[in-house]
């Protein structure tokens, strides 16, 4: 024990049973009275926990919920926290066994929680018990505490490293008493939190120091385990304003057709072969480069793996050598990560880069498997084959969203992402070289999302590749396993649907139903793509027919008419956006 003249701690909570509990006072915040006797008995175990270890500890207690009033909920743990800060002090911890798993306000609740940290006062929260992420537990400031089955007493704690879970403790089968002192058995992670708060407490009184006693924490832990970090890549740290292209492949062509969707402007598309005109653009032959030209400041380097392989040529060696003899910045879509020598020469000499790292190997699977989930509306684009002009809907889509006056959040499969504006790129089509096993690539995806659901888009628009189901079984390479995951990882709430002309219905059918029951998603709006493509074309590259238009419409209303979803095909956008905004506005 401490004394008598120990500090306090708060706790936010259901109220206390003041005939369980001695040395409390507190305020309810429900109805602003000095009434905080507890009608659902949570926050009498917890404070129970607490008190039985401390019992000359004075605790106050916020009442923040109750019976009638289950949910806790943003605007009230804000007001709560508010309240602490202007009207309390000598108080060392403030503990929280509840938590939000969605935050529209999120930066203000971060905000407060940042100004008890400057304070060097603890805040201690339980993750929610929904298995998820949740708030105020997650931020970076807040000790996050999760309960682990293999803690079996008090006395054992699990510290977790590169983690929004910092700690986890006994939460299951405790012997605590409800408001009425009867002892009842009850588990969660709001009862593996007070271990946590216990062992600040006991530090505090030895070491008074906040990093000194977080430090002590941590070396007391019975078990450390260590999460790979998975961090999300935010893109190239330069700006374009006018660039040259090469090679004048698929995703170089896409780029070229959507310019006017750009920031920058393309100045020459670069061909390795023979000069030739491509798209209302004539291009030059690689040879021919004016690599001192002043009118060009970056150059956007497609994939040219495979045709390298076929040709022996060195083009992407000798575009980065250029690149740093003419001071010219670099967006490669392929990994450039064995060139780092000459990279290393970039900063050295003010010059930048960008590449996605996508042969990083992460070899430790993550232990913390909760996710993060999203205030913000989330919408998919989906495919049933490749080759579908995914990516010119995806961003034609965010065009006409921005275009309406909606800020459009946006994910991107593509290497190519950044340039249109995407807030975060995972790529997992061609050359993405992607291999990182299920459970890592949906805790990393779903990380990248939560990092745009905080920046207060109406909406976020996430791009998928291929084909969502297989279409034919026995071979795995066949099986979408990354656009399963991206799935999972994204949560979205409605699906766009990308069809060939061609698809059979039965295909298609299975496709709604499969993307109709993953998540809580559904299908909103089916896209018909106006280019027939032979399936050989696959392999053998044949060029895609135009459909003439009467017999698109004449598909779209037959599919329209099955499947009792709209269909949408050629320049469409703004009956689409109007399906779009319906749906979301229910």
Not at 89 to 110: F, M, P, V
Not at 164 to 193: M, Q, Y
Request: overall charge negative; proline content about 3%; some cysteine.
């Amino acid at each position: 024990a401490w004394g008598e003249k120990m500090s306090k701690i708060v706790i936010i909570d259901s109220g206390v049973a003041k005939d369980v509990i001695g040395n409390c006072s507190g305020y309810n915040l429900i109805d602003y009275s000095l009434n905080i006797e507890d009608d659902l008995g949570h926050g009498t175990a917890v404070a129970y926990q607490i008190s039985k270890q401390h019992p000359y500890l004075s605790i106050f207690i916020i009442k923040l919920f109750d019976k009638e009033h289950r949910e806790i909920s943003e605007e009230k743990l804000i007001e709560a926290l508010d309240w602490i800060y202007n009207q309390l002090d000598d108080y060392i911890l403030i503990h929280i066994s509840a938590g939000i798993k969605t935050c529209d306000n999120y930066y203000q609740l971060e905000k407060i929680c940042k100004k008890f940290f400057k304070k060097n006062i603890f805040i201690v929260s339980a993750f929610d018990n929904a298995g998820c992420m949740s708030f105020p537990a997650a931020f970076e400031n807040v000790i996050g505490v999760d309960y682990d089955v293999t803690c079996v007493d008090a006395s054992t704690y699990i510290h977790i490293k590169n983690s929004p879970v910092n700690f986890k403790a006994k939460g299951i089968d405790w012997r605590l008493p409800n408001e009425k002192g009867h002892f009842c058995t009850v588990s969660g992670s709001s009862f593996a939190a007070p271990v946590i708060s216990n062992k600040i407490i006991d530090l505090y009184y030895r070491y008074r120091d906040y990093n000194v006693i977080l430090k002590k924490l941590i070396e007391g832990a019975n078990r450390i385990e260590e999460n790979p970090k998975l961090y999300v890549n935010n893109g190239p740290d330069f700006h374009i304003n006018e660039a040259i292209v090469l090679p004048y492949n698929k995703e170089i062509q896409t780029l070229v057709l959507n310019q006017n969707k750009l920031k920058f402007e393309i100045k020459e598309i670069v061909e390795i072969g023979i000069s030739q005109k491509q798209d209302k653009y004539t291009s030059i032959a690689y040879k021919n480069i004016n690599w001192a030209d002043k009118h060009f400041d970056t150059v956007i380097l497609g994939h040219l793996e495979v045709l390298e392989k076929a040709t022996n040529l060195k083009i992407t060696e000798n575009v980065i050598k250029n690149c740093l003899m003419y001071r010219k910045n670099l967006y490669a879509f392929d990994d450039i990560s064995s060139y780092k020598d000459i990279l290393n020469e970039f900063k050295k000499n003010g010059i930048s880069y960008y590449y996605y790292p996508v042969k990083q190997k992460i070899n430790k699977t993550s232990t913390v498997r909760r996710l993060y989930n999203f205030s913000t509306p989330v919408l998919g684009v989906v495919g049933t084959s490749p080759r579908q002009g995914k990516l010119t809907l995806q961003v034609n889509l965010k065009s006409s969203l921005e275009n309406v006056g909606y800020k459009c959040g946006f994910f991107s499969t593509e290497q190519s992402g950044f340039l249109y504006g995407a807030d975060c790129i995972f790529p997992n089509g061609y050359g993405s070289g992607n291999s990182n096993e299920s459970i890592n690539t949906i805790i990393l995806i779903n990380k990248m999302m939560h990092s745009i659901d905080i920046k207060g888009y109406d909406i976020i628009l996430v791009g998928f590749q291929s084909q969502i189901i297989p279409y034919s079984l026995g071979n795995i390479g066949f099986y979408p396993l990354a656009q399963h995951d991206q799935i999972l990882a994204t949560c979205p709430d409605g699906f766009i649907l990308t069809v060939n002309y061609d698809d059979a219905e039965d295909y298609i059918e299975r496709a709604i139903n499969y993307l109709n029951s993953i998540v809580y998603g559904e299908v909103i709006a089916i896209y018909l793509f106006g280019y027939k493509i032979d399936r050989l074309s696959f392999i053998q590259h044949k060029e895609p027919v135009n459909i003439e238009k009467d017999l698109l419409s004449a598909k779209a209303r037959s599919l329209a008419e099955k499947f009792g979803i709209p269909v949408f095909f050629d320049n469409q956008y703004s009956e689409l956006i109007e399906t779009i905004e319906n749906f979301f506005q229910e």
